[in-house]
């Protein structure tokens, strides 16, 4: 090759790579992570941890769960069931000293799988995970932000000229605890992901645009959204905040156990345990009113979000049917809103797992339907719940709390009906067996009375209780609480009736439409 095809190469070669640079600059999070699709956890890999083992060796923690090192093979296969982006969780607690120097070993086997993964032009998250698990270094905040700091300026350094395929999340549901006022210290994790923010943005490289991700308050949705929580300051104006979603607990994450009653000091019997079934119009309204808090939190303030972990616990009894409807909703939901993308957490193998999906070393799902609905949401070819969205005026729960109460809360709306089904047993003075209440402007509670006027039996043997208040100042919430003859009464479910209407979804036309992939 002579020297003017040198030189041409080389000009040739600086403007792709200015071009590229260009089109990273240019690059809104929003696009990126609309690119970024759906997403599949490499969980209880190198993530994994253990207060009991000691472990010198990189092999010893990645295969501390029954699993072993992503593969080229096995990242193809994870790719072609539709997912576009890898959550790579990673533990470094064993292989930084006190100042946060990583021993090379470790960065070495990082770096060979983060290869793997963006040269299958895979997003890939890479985050620092059991740090600030329990009582874990990061736990400790503002004590040890300095080896904070020096471990993601190493991890920056290293992967600095990597493309916007690489993506840093700060860490994973740390809960720093404020010790003088009792609850989470919201000020310590602003502080720290400042720190993680300026430490990439002035690593070099195309640092200075790489999508970042800010962890939410214990990477709780709740939390998260409440006004205590602060975005930190960056003026790249690439960051999207990352929160968990398990909702709700008792399905996603509550362990089955011989289910156990507790009886109170007044002879009344609780009954606690999981649920093992999800798909009510309660669990369909909850999923979407979250969505919605999503939504108004961050997507519309210009910050996007990553729901990085998702799943239903497997090996714990729950319904196999009710695990895809979970699974199918909140893939889909999360794949209609512009800016928000789901994480599957998958645990891949029995032996240590207990969320089981997908195993990995075998390229074996556990359950065909999920698989098929996942490759299906990837291609756009489902059912679209924006499609099921309605204006109505009235909200229904058939969510028992642990008591068997029913409650809504609601914002500004004017209730104008409380609607309460209810199957009734024996003689009864209904009016003094279960009670109707709500809060006054001063968040005072206020007693709602009816009796057995307000009552209309049902073909099916229900009654319908029917409660005008259009003339009483609802605040807050509605709730119906069983005061005694619990043994008599099952209540159904509660509906309230509002002045305005509101967006909500056609539950039985959605539920019946989605039918085919989970049964």
Aim: charged share 25%; proline share 2%; with cysteine.
């Amino acid at each position: 090759m002579n020297t003017l095809s040198i030189i041409l190469l080389i000009i040739v070669l600086v403007s792709l790579i200015l071009d590229y640079l260009c089109v990273m600059k240019k690059r809104t999070s929003f696009e990126i992570v609309r690119k970024m699709g759906m997403g599949y956890n490499i969980a209880n890999t190198f993530d994994s941890f253990s207060y009991s083992k000691h472990i010198d060796k990189p092999d010893e923690q990645i295969e501390l769960n029954g699993n072993i090192a992503p593969t080229k093979d096995m990242i193809k296969k994870i790719k072609k069931y539709g997912f576009k982006t890898i959550r790579f969780p990673v533990t470094w607690i064993n292989f930084i000293d006190d100042e946060g120097n990583i021993k090379s070993e470790w960065m070495k086997r990082v770096k060979e799988v983060i290869d793997l993964i963006i040269k299958e032009n895979l997003y890939c998250i890479l985050n620092v995970y059991n740090d600030g698990n329990y009582e874990s270094w990061l736990r400790r905040g503002m004590e040890v932000k300095d080896r904070y700091i020096n471990l993601w300026t190493q991890i920056a350094i290293e992967f600095k000229d990597y493309s916007e395929y690489l993506v840093f999340e700060s860490m994973d549901a740390v809960y720093f605890y404020d010790y003088i006022n009792y609850n989470f210290d919201f000020s310590t994790l602003t502080n720290l992901n400042q720190a993680f923010i300026d430490t990439i943005r002035n690593s070099g490289g195309n640092n200075k645009e790489r999508l970042l991700i800010i962890a939410g308050a214990d990477d709780d949705l709740s939390m998260t959204s409440s006004s205590d929580y602060q975005m930190p300051v960056d003026h790249s104006n690439k960051l999207a905040v990352s929160i968990h979603y398990f909702e709700p607990f008792d399905f996603a994450l509550e362990k089955y156990y011989d289910p156990f009653n507790w009886i109170d000091e007044g002879g009344f019997s609780y009954w606690f345990g999981p649920t093992l079934k999800w798909g009510s119009i309660s669990d369909y309204n909850r999923l979407f009113e979250d969505f919605k808090l999503i939504k108004s939190s961050f997507v519309d303030k210009g910050i996007p979000v990553i729901i990085n972990e998702v799943g239903v616990l497997t090996e714990e009894k729950k319904e196999i049917e009710s695990i895809r409807e979970y699974l199918y909703v909140l893939f889909s939901i999360s794949s209609d809103y512009d800016g928000i993308m789901c994480c599957l957490w998958d645990t891949s193998n029995k032996i240590f797992g207990d969320m089981n999906f997908y195993d990995r070393t075998n390229d074996l799902w556990y359950d065909k339907k999920i698989k098929n609905n996942f490759l299906q949401i990837s291609k756009e070819e489902y059912i679209k719940p924006i499609d099921y969205f309605i204006n109505t005026t009235f909200e229904t729960t058939d969510f028992q709390f642990l008591y068997g109460d029913f409650q809504i809360s609601f914002e500004n709306k004017k209730v104008l009906k409380i609607i309460i089904n209810a199957r009734l047993t024996g003689v009864l003075f209904i009016d003094l067996d279960f009670k109707v209440y709500t809060y006054d402007k001063y968040s005072y509670p206020i007693e709602i009375n009816f009796g057995k006027e307000n009552s209309k039996k049902q073909y099916d043997g229900t009654h319908i209780f029917t409660i005008d208040v259009s003339e009483i100042e609802c605040n807050i919430l509605v709730e119906v609480a069983i005061i005694r003859g619990k043994e008599y009464i099952t209540l159904n479910n509660l509906t309230l009736e509002y002045e305005e209407s509101f967006l909500s979804i056609d539950y039985k036309s959605f539920k019946n439409a989605i039918s085919n992939y989970i049964n």
